[in-house]
């Protein structure tokens, strides 16, 4: 009975000594014993492995959390015979629901004080990598540059759709973002867009141009025809008055005159008073005035 209890003891002191190991957040974890995996997936704890004699049990850690990847590439784009250089941006996810089959698909990296991990990256260049590649690059080849130029907000979300149904029906991963970004068109495309653009901004101001010039002709034409209105009407009024002036100055003149005249009759007589003959039944009778009177 005292050796029974003594084996007890020294049991319960190895297991107590047993090494510490810790399954961090965004984390899943399985112990690997000498026969393979234990069934059950360790979620975050911390706890002991047990002591040890000719095999060790250890922790293989699983990484779930979620990170972005960027995937650059060069696409030939068909439609144009240019290659497209872009880059695509995902941000993924383990689904812990697949989680389970992974520990026995992927092997884990070197062992360190009894703990080993599956990097979230060696799951992803297994089953995600080359998806996001081909169905991007069979995507865009459907279209040409001015296409993709012209529409990439809606090219963007249609792919942003594709790629999230493939990711999540053929790999473990939930998706959280994917989209086209650094793109960078070929050299000949980007120095006719420049090429138009300036000539756009030239035709620009030379429309601008031709508005101000425009613009101040038609006041300048305005300014002419109010001079001419106002010299018209000058006129006008001047020759009015003009005409207003000589018909006063020639009635005053007429009148002037006929009083020139009958002062100077005036002068001239004599003091005589004209005879007047008339004749009365063939005899003549003569009319005689009285003479005029100092």
Do not use: H
């Not at 047993?18 to 014993?33: D, S």
């Not at 006719?192 to 300036?198: D, P, R, S, T, V």
């Not at 613009?215 to 109010?226: D, K, M, N």
């Not at 003091?271 to 009177?293: D, F, H, R």
Request: aromatic share 6%; proline share 4%; net charge neutral.
């Amino acid at each position: 009975m005292i050796k029974r209890l003594s084996l007890i003891a020294v049991a319960a002191t190895l297991v107590a000594c047993g090494k510490q190991v810790e399954v961090p957040p965004a984390n899943l974890g399985k112990i690997m014993t000498k026969d393979g995996y234990q069934e059950s997936v360790i979620p975050t704890s911390k706890f002991r492995l047990p002591v040890c004699f000719a095999y060790c049990d250890k922790l293989v850690l699983l990484d779930i959390s979620d990170k972005a990847k960027q995937e650059k590439l060069t696409i030939f784009v068909p439609a144009d015979k240019l290659n497209l250089d872009l880059a695509i941006q995902v941000t993924l996810s383990i689904d812990q629901t697949k989680s389970a089959s992974l520990f026995n698909t992927i092997p884990p990296s070197e062992e360190k004080d009894r703990i080993a991990t599956i990097s979230w990256e060696a799951v992803y260049r297994t089953y995600a990598q080359q998806i996001i590649v081909t169905e991007t690059r069979e995507y865009l080849t459907q279209f040409s540059i001015a296409e993709i130029a012209s529409s990439l907000e809606k090219i963007n979300a249609d792919l942003r759709n594709v790629l999230s149904k493939r990711i999540q029906e053929r790999t473990p991963f939930n998706v959280r973002y994917v989209g086209i970004t650094d793109i960078r068109y070929p050299e000949i495309i980007t120095n006719a867009q420049e090429n138009a653009a300036q000539r756009r901004e030239q035709i620009q101001q030379e429309e601008a141009q031709l508005e101000i010039s425009k613009v101040t002709l038609e006041r300048e034409l305005q300014e002419t025809r109010l001079r001419r209105q106002i010299d018209l009407e000058k006129a006008q009024i001047e020759a009015q008055a003009q005409r207003i002036q000589r018909e006063v100055v020639d009635e005053k003149v007429l009148q002037l005159r006929k009083l020139e005249n009958e002062r100077a009759w005036i002068e001239k007589w004599n003091g005589e008073l004209p005879q007047t003959m008339m004749g009365t039944q063939g005899a003549n009778v003569l009319m005689s005035l009285p003479n005029k009177k100092d």
